[in-house]
């Protein structure tokens, strides 16, 4: 089993920055590729962005791109979604996944995580 737990959600104005946080525990953390999700009231789960075990394979949602960028500290058994030029449609349930391979499909992952709140106001 692999717990993980997000953290870092919060309310933002339109154009600000957040960083979210998933710490991991359980199993080695390495073994995993890591994911973000994120879903918004009524809508499917949408990919954000993934990440290989070693940190150097990289996927991002295409509507995400140059915009967040998701890395990793595996000493410290943690993966990160920085958020940049937030805009009102980013608001959304944002959760972190873990899985075997880099993928965008929500049925690659495992382990899913709680969720944090993210929230954007215009």
């Known amino acids: 089993q692999v717990q993980l737990v997000e953290s870092g959600g919060g309310l933002v104005q339109a154009g600000g920055s957040l960083r979210l946080s998933c710490a991991a525990s359980g199993r080695t953390f390495s073994n995993y590729a890591m994911g973000w999700f994120r879903q918004a009231p009524g809508k499917e789960r949408e990919f954000v962005g993934g990440i290989d075990q070693s940190g150097t394979r990289k996927l991002h949602g295409d509507s995400m791109k140059g915009r967040f960028t998701i890395s990793r500290d595996n000493a410290k058994n943690t993966v990160y979604l920085q958020m940049n030029s937030l805009k009102p449609e980013d608001t959304a349930v944002y959760y972190c996944?873990?899985?075997?391979?880099?993928?965008?499909?929500?049925?690659?992952?495992?382990?899913w995580g709680q969720g944090t709140q993210v929230t954007v106001s215009s």
């Open positions: 996944a873990a899985g075997l391979y880099t993928s965008s499909r929500t049925s690659d992952y495992t382990y």
